[in-house]
């Protein structure tokens, strides 16, 4: 059986992911403003910004696999987070 991540781990990786989820947004809506919403720019930003949410959301939901006693949504979602 393959070990699963720690608890640190998990919340090293939601740091990561949230931080990772911000600075594409910011340059997804920076490419939409320099070369519009329907440039090749934007669109692949904008699909690596929804790529990112989908993998916190699948790590949000593999932590709680992992410790349901001592997961939080917090973990991959912090309350200062605009998502």
């Not at 998990?10 to 911000?22: C, D, Q, V």
């Not at 594409?24 to 809506?29: A, E, T, W």
């Not at 490419?31 to 720019?41: L, M, N």
Request: proline letters at 5%; a positive charge.
């Amino acid at each position: 059986m393959k070990q699963k991540l720690t608890l640190e781990q998990h919340r090293e990786i939601g740091t990561e992911l949230k931080r990772i989820r911000e600075y594409l947004m910011h340059v997804s809506i920076l490419a939409a403003k320099s070369y519009g919403v329907a440039s090749k720019a934007h669109r692949r930003l904008d699909r690596a910004y929804i790529s990112t949410d989908k993998a916190r959301s699948t790590m949000d939901s593999q932590c709680f696999n992992d410790y349901p006693a001592d997961a939080t949504p917090q973990i991959y979602y912090p309350p200062n987070d605009r998502s």
